[in-house]
T-cell receptor, first 115, second 114 residues
Framework: ETGVTQTPRHLVMGMTNKKSLKCEQH?????MYWYKQSAKKPLELMFV???????ENNSVPSRFSPECPNSSHLFLHLHTLQPEDSALYLC??????????????FGPGTRLTVL | AQKITQTQPGMFVQEKEAVTLDCTYD???????LFWYKQPSSGEMIFLIY??????QNATEGRYSLNFQKARKSANLVISASQLGDSAMYFC???????????FGAGTILRVKS
């Protein structure tokens, strides 16, 4: 499945840097998601956007700032991160958020290292 | 709150044999969905199969089938005729009827031996 793309695939940044992760879906979906996958921890939902509106913020620190300009694009702006923020960040999309039959399709992820 | 438990951190299987990956779940909702995803070392989460709580039959997708036992709250993934390319991490996940969250288990690493 190549319907969800993420750039960059790898990112190394210092704690004072500002960077952005980009996600684009080509599936005609209306919902997009950010997940964080840390070593030895289950996948954690960060944010949900449904029809460009944020519907879920899972108590994510403000140093992570999402942006969804349209249903096809999702960004995660990063600033003053901590080393413990190093993880694989996965983007997903689905037809519409909500409902137990809605299937999420994931991108390849951005592997982030914070020095 | 929903919870997914995968008790097998790692599994080995001989090529061409079948393997079962365990998943149990906990929810008080009468309607829910269960999913299995595959994550190769490249990192991408690949959707494999879906089972609805009201589905009468077990879901199947090619070599993947889901052994759904509702009373036991288990949703095990069965991979038939294992291939070397099946080596990956496998995650079981659940969504309830109201939310838009997928709750994931800790995953099982599967290694297929030639």
């Amino acid at each position: 499945e190549t319907g969800v793309t993420q750039t960059p695939r790898h990112l190394v940044m210092g704690m004072t840097n500002k960077k952005s992760l980009k996600c684009e879906q080509h599936l005609g979906h209306n919902a997009m998601y950010w997940y964080k996958q840390s070593a030895k921890k289950p996948l954690e939902l960060m944010f949900v956007y449904n029809f460009k509106e944020q519907t879920e913020n899972n108590s994510v620190p403000s140093r992570f700032s999402p942006e969804c300009p349209n249903s096809s694009h999702l960004f995660l702006h990063l600033h003053t991160l901590q080393p413990e923020d190093s993880a694989l960040y996965l983007c997903a999309s689905s037809q519409v958020a909500g409902g137990n039959t809605d299937t999420q399709y994931f991108g390849p992820g951005t592997r982030l290292t914070v020095l | 709150a929903q919870k997914i438990t995968q008790t097998q951190p790692g599994m080995f299987v001989q090529e061409k044999e079948a393997v079962t990956l365990d998943c149990t779940y906990d929810t008080s909702d009468p309607s829910y969905g269960l999913f299995w995803y595959k994550q190769p070392s490249s990192g991408e989460m690949i959707f494999l199969i879906y089972q609805g709580s009201y589905d009468q039959q077990n879901a199947t997708e090619g070599r993947y089938s889901l052994n759904f036992q509702k009373a036991r709250k288990s949703a095990n993934l069965v991979i038939s005729a294992s291939q070397l390319g099946d080596s990956a991490m496998y995650f079981c996940a659940m969504r309830d009827q109201y939310g838009n969250k997928l709750v994931f288990g800790a995953g099982t690493i599967l290694r297929v031996k030639s």
